[in-house]
């Protein structure tokens, strides 16, 4: 079997429908949305149409609401730095962010604490999740941003933001959760969330990539990260992506339509895939298994075995995936999440994730528990410490 | 980054692998804390010429195919010959490897060179390979290379308070 793609939550294929619904908008109504001729004036429409539906999709009560963006990195670092330097342009306020967010967080929450502002890492659980107890335990009376991620993309636990975004406006705080791993692919409501901004990407949606969004609940404090022409209501700055802006908009559309049946499918797959390596290998579990999870992420912690050298051997068969090992993709450290949930650093060397999506099937999953095992106990065979840290070598 | 075609077949192919049962020297480097952990054994004959080598390897693909390789370029060789294999020589053997995989060269030699010490050692006589500091479980892999330890720089990789309580840093194998 060739080319078996378990790396869904690292991105995904477009999906033909969503090139379809994009390709006018590259070739005849490819007009500046800001022109206003008659060229302009449909690029415009097409739009402004796309905006409408996104914002329906995800529970905003206006359009204006959603501001387009390049990805989940711009609306992760916009929304952050925006509504601080908004709210305190001095610094002083003080940001919560939880510790196992992606970079695309952490980064502008450290240049935020270079910059002037207090920032607090807010460690999860060993079972994965975000405590509320420990969020209101972080407040503090300059506290005026919590940001915590919806869906985590390594672990796949999903964290009760409607709890959270309560305890920061209690607090008179705002609420700002990375919800690129949610999107259509659990429910995702803002309003039900009761956040004030919220970031996307369409490319792990079946969508384009370099497309992305940012919700900002009306009279949000936002300060502008990208100034020039003042498209996307002064808050965002640059002649917008028009196909791009569609194709999220109706790849969105098409996992809100799918999602009931994807969810339980996925969820099943995903189940066979962690009980199928967790009782055919010995010193294996998933590094998270409790509380609420996304349907198509399988995290596993494989002992005694180097991340990379799996991924290599699975690549060799056709089978692509990550892993939070220190030696992969030229990073030098474990993962930061699963060294959050405390998972040890030697553990975490050997951590696999399968994500799954629309493409996945039963005799991929087949052909990865049959692939799969004696890979492990090869790796395992040439290590000196494995029957020294775990017995005898399976 | 981008393997070359002789370190995935070296990964792929390993040479050597396994312990030679009451070898004449054994060194074991690296440290599992920080996902990379080798044993070379080795068998010398009578003139001080390495009869034979063999290794494992828990790490990357790349700490694998620099197992591999030391091993086929010590065989043969003179005891003062095998320690003077250097990072870069390994590196070149298998046609140049990614800039942040240096450090795994690094294991490999060492490892050569502490087998070697190991046998000298224990045959009274001095050892010839000088310090080496991925015997030491304390060693830093990636000391040498452009990764920044203070939690101050710009481009940190950190979370700050993931820094251990010993003022060691938790994520990245670094001692105070």
Partial sequence: MENVYFDYAATTPVDERVVEAM????????????????????????????????????????????????????????????????????????????????????????????????????????????????????????????????????????QDIAAFS????????????????????????????????????????????????????????????????????????????????????????LMLEEQPAEMERLARLRDRLILGVTSRLENTEPSASTGKRLPNIAPLLIKGVEGEAMLLQLDNKGIAVSTGSACSSGSLEPSHVLLSIGCPAEVAHGSLRLSLGRFTTDEQVDYFLETFPPIVERLRSMSPVYARMFGSVS | MLYSDKVMDHFNNPRNVGV???????????????????????????????????????????????????????????????????????????????????????????????????????????PIAGEVKSADPNFDPHADEDHHHDHDEDDADHVHDTAGEDGSCSQCCQRP
Wanted: with cysteine; proline share 4%.
């Fill in chain 2, 20 to 126: 030679i049962e009451d070898a004449d020297g054994v060194g074991e480097v690296g440290n599992p804390v920080c996902g990379d952990m080798m044993k070379i054994t080795i068998a010398v004959d009578d003139s001080d010429h390495i009869a034979d080598v063999k290794f494992q390897t828990l790490g990357c693909g790349a700490a694998i195919a620099t197992s591999s390789i030391v091993t086929e370029m010590a065989k043969g060789l003179t005891l003062e010959d095998a320690v003077a294999i250097s990072k870069q020589q390994v590196a070149d053997e298998l046609g140049g490897l990614p800039a942040s995989k240096m450090h795994c060269s690094v294991l490999a030699t060492d490892g050569l060179k502490v087998a070697v010490d190991d046998y000298l050692v224990k045959h009274g006589r001095e």
């Fill in chain 1, 166 to 253: 309560a305890i920061a406006h209690e607090h008179g705080a705002l609420m700002h959760t990375d919800a690129c791993q949610t999107l259509g692919k659990i429910p995702f409501d803002v309003t039900a969330l009761g956040v004030d901004a919220a970031s996307f990407s369409s490319h792990k949606i079946y969508g384009p990539k370099g497309v992305g969004a940012l919700y900002l609940k009306r009279r949000t404090p936002f300060e502008t990260q990208a100034r020039g022409g003042g498209q996307e209501f002064k808050k965002r700055s640059g002649t917008q992506n028009t196909p791009g802006v569609v194709g999220f908009t109706r790849a969105l559309e």
């Fill in chain 1, 23 to 158: 390709m006018p908008f590259f070739t005849e109504r490819f007009g500046n949305a800001n022109s206003l001729y008659a060229l302009g004036r449909d690029a415009y429409r097409g739009l402004e149409d796309a905006r409408e539906r996104f914002a329906s999709g995800i529970g905003a009560e206006s359009p204006n609401e959603v501001i387009f963006t390049s990805g989940g990195t711009e609306s992760d670092n916009a929304a952050l730095v925006g509504i601080l330097s908004r709210l305190a342009p001095q610094g002083g306020a003080h940001l919560i962010v939880s510790a196992f967010e992606h970079h695309a967080v952490l980064h502008p929450a450290e240049w935020l604490e270079k910059h002037g502002y207090e920032v607090s890492y807010l460690r999860p659980r060993e079972d994965g999740h975000i405590h509320a107890e420990d969020l209101k335990a972080a407040l503090r009376p300059n506290t005026k941003l919590v940001s915590v991620m919806h869906g985590n993309n390594e672990i796949g636990t999903v």
